[in-house]
């Protein structure tokens, strides 16, 4: 029996539609939605809260549920847990900043056409949903093969 583990990430975007984005430090520095894991005991709607507050230094206010969306497949390596990602549609509070280094290299907003690459499976697939309306999707997305690694980039 395969191992779940489970994880939050928030859509949010700016009064000019444009979307937050955050480039992981570790391994391929895919760009990712902000959010994280959700702590024993805690509520996936708390766990985004707080991780988003972390990770870009502002409060959100959840709007409504993207979707689930069950990240599977051993697609970059054995024996990976599968990880259930609730992604919510959020409204910062204030300004974004990039407030966790050590686990986020860049915080930068994206316009919709004009997406960063590399992006997490999880990413695309709720970004797709989430500008196309859709609300309460329930999801299986494969994990990517090694994807290739960025351009070094300026900081």
């Not at 870009?56 to 697609?75: E, F, P």
Request: with cysteine.
């Amino acid at each position: 029996m395969k191992l779940l583990t489970t994880a939050v990430a928030a859509v949010i975007e700016d009064p000019a539609g444009r979307v937050l984005l955050c480039q992981l430090s570790q391994g391929h520095r895919l760009w990712a939605l902000p959010g994280g894991r959700i702590r024993l005991g805690e509520s996936p709607m708390h766990a985004a809260v707080r991780d988003i507050r972390v990770e870009a230094g502002a409060d959100v206010q959840i709007v409504d549920l993207v979707g689930l969306y069950q990240l599977t497949g051993d697609g970059c390596g054995d024996d990976l847990p599968d990880v259930l990602v609730h992604v919510f549609r959020g409204r910062l509070e204030g300004e974004a900043t990039l407030n966790e280094p050590g686990r986020i290299r860049r915080l930068c907003w994206y316009e919709p056409d004009e997406l960063p690459h590399p992006m997490t499976p999880t990413t695309r697939a709720a970004l797709a949903d989430a500008f196309a309306g859709r609300a309460g999707v329930l999801r299986e997305v494969l994990r990517d093969t090694e994807p290739e690694l960025p351009e070094a980039a300026p900081v």
